[in-house]
């Protein structure tokens, strides 16, 4: 499930489908996804989803990355 949600985030945000708002759509489909699928995000702020939004952006963050930071910012419910 979070390798799911991983492809999702990393996909939206590398691959540049929408003109404007890719790190934002890419974040959110992705916690969204692990919302719909038991797991609890809610503690995550604001400021850590876009420092790790720009940080997938920039350093080219692979799916494995993505992962795990989901799993350890995360909860299953």
Known sequence: MYQ?????T????????FADGNKR???MSGLIFLNLNQVDTVKLSDKN???F???IAVD???VEQIAQW???NS???
């Open 4 to 8: 799911k949600a991983a492809v999702l």
């Open 10 to 17: 990393r996909g939206i945000i590398a691959d540049h489908p």
């Open 49 to 51: 989803m876009e420092d």
């Open 60 to 62: 080219h963050c692979s």
């Open 25 to 27: 759509t890419g974040i």
């Open 70 to 72: 989901s799993k350890q």
């Open 53 to 55: 939004a720009v940080k």
């Open 75 to 77: 909860k299953k419910l």
